[in-house]
């Protein structure tokens, strides 16, 4: 009987302690209600569909208002969600009705398919003169299917540690930066800010949960002292997302915010187990550092080398070959031939530049290599992964620089300052046993990418407080509000590239053949690449930092000055000038600026001029052994 009473009471011990190692804390508590409550708000919304007439304009505005209440469930925990999972994020709240990812894992796979659904296609398809009642249930039902994820246990098992929570956050302060003020992905404007404030104030609960479950690595005294100070400033701001200081909520309560979140990282040793952090770094104190996220490798094959001497004497090899014209076909033509390194390494002479042939220009403009490293996806189609793979292409393309791989290398090394320095760098490489075309290559990028480390006045702005003209500021305003700029050039780098930067956008614009905007640029951009009706004209969003002095502008270089530019963009692009652009991803919408707001965009525009210091041109090139090939001339004849 003894033995037996024993047995009992280990067995009531066992499944007391199972029952109490599944009691979980208030902050697992809190996540897990709140993504049940946006599954609530959800199926209420469905039902309001279902029960409603969705062709009157009382249906109509009763299913907005239903949504309304749907999205304000969504951004309470828009922390969490778009840091688990964004694949099924998109389905909650996708921009577009579909995208073709073009992740940082396109170096390892083809770009895929993937259909949007939820609120915000949902709001924008209750514009349509012609309603589906199927269409938005649609819409619905595959939000709340995916919402299902969010209660699995690869995702709920991390509430359980606290790695998860500074990364998400990071990510967080990233998105409030970049997307969160702007209508990125919300439809009707007038909910930007009363959302951004419902946000702020859920999130607050969420800290609060967060340091009461966690209290061994805590969010600090300063950081939730100034996040306070961040929700009296926005609910002091006006409610038109066009009037919001932009400028200071980023400066002021946002940067700061995010260099505590950083110093917090690297404080508590958290570690990352999810591929949103891929490229992000936890150094930068600043959102506006430029190490802040790192999409391309400019060392390539010489990647461990971390010796500093070695590194510039490669750099100073690369420096040398980029002038030299030793890597073109006919011995005449550089990489400065196109990247003219004295006009940020773009080409402001030609709408295009020349071809191989001297005689005709290229299909495409030259894009500058200054900022390049900050997209994961090279030449305006993206054709490339990286920035060896794109100099290779462009070194032995027949129309552009006309060389062959073997040849080049031969070439080279008949120069004794190019064999000698590559012999020596050759030791670096294990696995080559023999100088390469990429030992070639990959002096030349690490050179110029060099040229993408400099700061512009808005960056100083930004992290050292440093002041900056009221044409500027205002400017940046518009940027991120009412010429809604932002919604494609995303804070810091100003390109398609936006939080958590592992992907790259693209857009297409409708832009015209010619000036008079008669008929459609017949270049097919990257459809070329990844066919499919989406992709249909559409390029890679660039950085518009230097962009005064990187004209001819658009990929086939029809506009030669910034107002034209945004005269195009204010006229909602081909589609606004009437042009039959039917996948146009720019509104066909007039953005209404006035004159003085153009000038504004134009004077931010010029504070995101970078102040490079450009190198002075190489006096002369190695002389190489076969006689032939001295007298090519430094920066080649054409």
């Known amino acids: 009987m003894?033995?037996?009473?024993?047995?009992?009471?280990?067995?009531?011990?066992?499944?007391?302690?199972?029952?109490?190692?599944?009691q979980h804390s208030p902050y697992y508590d809190h996540y897990i209600n709140a993504v049940n409550g946006f599954e609530d708000a959800a199926r209420l919304l469905s039902d309001k569909i279902k029960k409603t007439d969705c062709m009157s304009e009382a249906g109509r505005n009763e299913i907005r208002q239903e949504i309304g209440r749907a999205r304000l469930k969504l951004k309470s925990i828009d922390i969490w969600l778009r840091y688990f999972e964004p694949v099924a994020y998109n389905q909650l709240n996708g921009p577009l009705p579909v995208e073709w990812e073009n992740e940082v894992f396109e170096k390892f796979e083809k770009p895929y398919r993937r259909e949007g659904a939820g609120l915000s296609l949902a709001e924008l398809y209750l514009n349509e003169p012609d309603i589906n009642k199927d269409t938005l249930q649609h819409l619905l039902l595959q939000s709340l299917i995916a919402i299902k994820t969010f209660n699995a246990d690869s995702i709920t098992l991390q509430l359980d540690t606290f790695d998860h929570f500074f990364l998400a956050n990071r990510l967080y302060l990233l998105?409030?930066?970049?997307?969160?003020?702007?209508?990125?992905?919300?439809?009707d404007t007038k909910n930007i800010i009363p959302e951004l404030r419902a946000m702020l104030t859920d999130v607050k609960t969420i800290y609060g949960l967060y340091n009461q479950?966690?209290?061994?690595?805590?969010?600090?005294?300063?950081?939730?002292?100034?996040?306070?100070?961040?929700?009296?400033?926005?609910?002091?701001?006006?409610a038109d997302h066009t009037l919001f200081d932009h400028y200071s909520f980023i400066k002021d309560y946002v940067n700061p915010l995010f260099a505590i979140n950083q110093r917090l990282i690297n404080t508590y040793n958290v570690i990352s187990?999810?591929?949103?952090?891929?490229?992000?770094?936890?150094?930068?104190?600043?959102?506006?550092?430029?190490?802040?996220?790192?999409?391309?490798?400019?060392?390539?094959?010489y990647s461990m080398v971390k010796d500093t001497e070695t590194l510039g004497e490669i750099k100073?090899?690369?420096?040398?070959?980029?002038?030299?014209p030793i890597l073109s076909g006919n011995n005449q033509r550089s990489c400065i031939s196109c990247h003219k390194s004295t006009q940020y390494f773009t080409d402001t002479t030609r709408q295009t530049s020349l071809q191989f042939n001297k005689q005709d220009g290229l299909a495409r403009n030259t894009p500058s290599l200054v900022n390049v490293i900050y997209n994961h996806l090279l030449m305006l189609d993206g054709k490339h992964i990286s920035l060896q793979a794109?100099?290779?292409?462009v070194m032995t393309n027949p129309m552009e620089m006309g060389g062959d791989e073997k040849d080049i290398v031969n070439k080279v090394l008949s120069c004794k300052e190019y064999k000698t320095a590559f012999k020596k760098f050759l030791k670096y490489t294990p696995e080559e046993k023999t100088i390469t075309f990429d030992h070639i290559v990959s002096a030349v990028t690490f050179y110029y990418a060099d040229f993408s480390n400099y700061y512009a006045p808005f960056d100083d702005a930004m992290n050292s407080n440093k002041p900056i003209d009221n044409a500027s500021i205002k400017g940046f305003n518009l940027f991120m509000g009412k010429a809604r700029c932002a919604t494609c050039h995303f804070v810091p780098q100003f390109n398609g590239v936006k939080p958590p930067y592992i992907s790259t956008e693209f857009e297409v614009l409708g832009v015209p053949?010619?000036?008079?905007?008669?008929?459609?640029?017949?270049?097919?951009?990257r459809f070329d690449v990844n066919p499919a009706n989406e992709t249909m004209n559409a390029f890679r969003t660039g950085s518009i930092r230097n962009a005064e002095y990187t004209k001819p502008y658009m990929h086939n270089g029809i506009f030669t000055t910034l107002e034209q530019v945004i005269e195009f963009y204010d006229a909602?692009?081909?589609?606004?000038?009437?042009?039959?652009?039917?996948?146009?991803?720019?509104?066909?919408?007039?953005?209404?600026?006035?004159?003085?707001?153009?000038?504004?965009?134009?004077?931010?525009?010029?504070?995101?001029?970078?102040?490079?210091?450009?190198?002075?041109?190489?006096?002369?090139?190695?002389?190489?052994?076969?006689?032939?090939?001295?007298?090519?001339?430094?920066?080649?004849?054409?």
């Open 2 to 22: 003894r033995k037996i009473r024993m047995l009992s009471v280990i067995v009531a011990v066992v499944i007391c302690s199972f029952t109490l190692g599944k």
């Open 175 to 187: 998105n409030l930066a970049a997307i969160y003020t702007t209508s990125f992905e919300c439809p």
């Open 213 to 238: 479950s966690f209290p061994a690595t805590p969010l600090t005294n300063d950081y939730l002292t100034h996040y306070d100070k961040m929700i009296v400033f926005v609910n002091n701001q006006p």
């Open 273 to 301: 187990k999810s591929y949103n952090d891929f490229t992000l770094n936890n150094d930068p104190a600043s959102i506006f550092d430029k190490g802040l996220y790192t999409p391309q490798n400019s060392k390539g094959i």
């Open 316 to 324: 100073r090899i690369g420096k040398l070959l980029f002038y030299d």
């Open 390 to 393: 794109q100099g290779r292409a």
């Open 513 to 525: 053949a010619d000036t008079g905007a008669t008929r459609l640029s017949e270049d097919r951009g």
């Open 572 to 638: 909602g692009g081909g589609a606004g000038r009437k042009l039959k652009v039917s996948n146009q991803t720019l509104s066909s919408d007039s953005l209404k600026l006035s004159a003085s707001e153009k000038k504004e965009l134009i004077s931010f525009i010029h504070s995101l001029n970078e102040k490079i210091i450009f190198q002075k041109i190489p006096e002369k090139l190695p002389v190489s052994s076969n006689a032939g090939l001295n007298v090519r001339k430094v920066g080649g004849e054409y």
